[in-house]
């Protein structure tokens, strides 16, 4: 197989001297790491990263992109790299055997940001995540310090820090044993976490028994970027089989076995190439192409009743396991470090008490909940689990052969922001508002301001107040800017789409508190200072 190219895949040896000390030990270098070690550093927030490998991943492995994922991405500046490279899409198309059942377009206003989806391979997602990491400690300190060929192997935790034993596999002491100790342990260390392990903790769920050979191929072609689905094709009959396109004319296919063959057996290239090949003659991919990675997957519901333990916190595939099946994987990992950047840099700085990291954990356990309900419903419909459920798929695709309105239930319902339903940090409406689109907890939606940027790009670091339908003044700003909060307006902005936060029209006078993570707080009719200084408090922040 050959190795993917684009991403640097050179070894990064380190030649420092191995830290001692550090606020934040980030345990695991991929793309959730990296990009916690950016976020925090956009704070000022130094953190050391351990990963095992010597670089960044092989294979694609996850590879769709959300707009919330590219958000994230873009508040430490790693979204156009990203996006100029990936393949942006907003829908797909299903087939049973070989007839259309399904086409959908996902939400999308040509006027927004970024497209719903972008497929890219997790190698380039890592590179550009620990460039913008990178850039941040060549710019204003030594803020990341990522350690490839490092393992952790033992956590010890203590009342106000943890002591974490790294396994040094670099240079002329490799097996050396360094300690490391960390006010903060964050654990992205995967679905075989050694954190988890270290602290006794175990993975809570179910696991399903259906399985998917991963491959990577590259091959030309001019097929337009959507996810394709087949149920039963006539190239494999019986099997279920999705293909996505990616930067560099590779192919990422996808495609389930049966329940008696032997996993080890299904992945040696003699019994992947000719499925491989066959699907291809179907479709009318004829151009030459070759085998770049395989592996296997089977689709888990699993998580962490808790993602706080003391002073461990845990993001990812460490705290959860969702199916790929909607592709809330990658995306539901970066959603973790964007909630819990913010709110250990204000731990860590003293504006709030360590108590506001049990938001995180609250929150992001909800939204893995949320995630392994949608992934489930999704899981038994591409691998059923029962012979029952597989007779339910048959009869919904052969009635979409002939009843456009049961396609909807073909729907593999994509990955979207979850919302913090009962999170400690949202304030009560006390007004009446003309839909929930930006109730508190929910993610703001985004829009141009007055000033031209998108409201998006001003999340990220500090809390955001949304000014609609009056002067900057009648606020007295001064009083929220001193709390490190950004005032905008949105005066006039035709396209700031009232409507989208519950407002009837542009005369309507109103205040938006978006907290750094792009969800709202709090939401009022008219100019409330003080409502949302008091709202801040909340965070535990001194007002």
Known sequence: MNLPTGASMTNHVNKTTFPTQTPVLIAGGGPVGLTLAA????????????????SYCTGSRAICMSRRSQEILGWVGADKPLVDKGLSWVGGRSYYRDTEVLHFQMPHDPAQRFAPMVNIQQYFAEQYAHEAALRYRDNFGDLVDVRWNCTVTAVRQQTDFNEVDVVDANGDDSGQTHTIRADWLVACDGGRSTVREQLGLQLQGMQYDGKYVIVDIRQKTQREVERLAWFDPPSNPGSTILMHRQPEDVWRIDYQIRDDEDPIDAIKPENVLPRVQSHLSMIGENEPWEALWISIYNAKCLSLEKYRHQRVLFAGDAAHLVPIFGVRGLNSGLDDVGNLAWKLARVIQGTSPDSLLDTYSTERVHAAHENMAYGAKSTEFMAPPTFAFKLMREATLKLALIDAKVRSLINPR????????????????????????????????????????????????????????????ALKPADLERH????????????????????????????????????????????????????MQQTGATV
């Open 484 to 535: 490190g909060i950004k005032i905008y307006s949105c005066i006039g902005n035709e396209y700031a789409s009232y409507s989208h936060f519950g407002l009837l029209n542009s005369n309507e006078t109103a205040l938006i508190l978006i907290r750094p993570d792009g969800y709202v707080m709090g939401r009022w009719k008219g100019i409330h200072t003080a409502a949302v200084l008091a709202a």
């Open 414 to 473: 994509q990955s979207t922001p979850i919302q913090y339903v009962g999170s400690a940090l949202n304030v009560a409406d006390v007004d009446t508002w003309t839909n929930d689109l930006a109730a508190p907890g929910m993610p703001a939606p985004d829009m141009l301001l007055d000033d031209g940027s998108y409201l998006s790009q001003q999340f990220g670091k500090g809390f955001v107040c949304i000014v609609f339908g009056t002067n900057l003044e």
């Open 39 to 54: 976020l925090l550093a956009s704070h000022g927030i130094r953190s050391v990263v351990i990963e095992n490998d010597p």
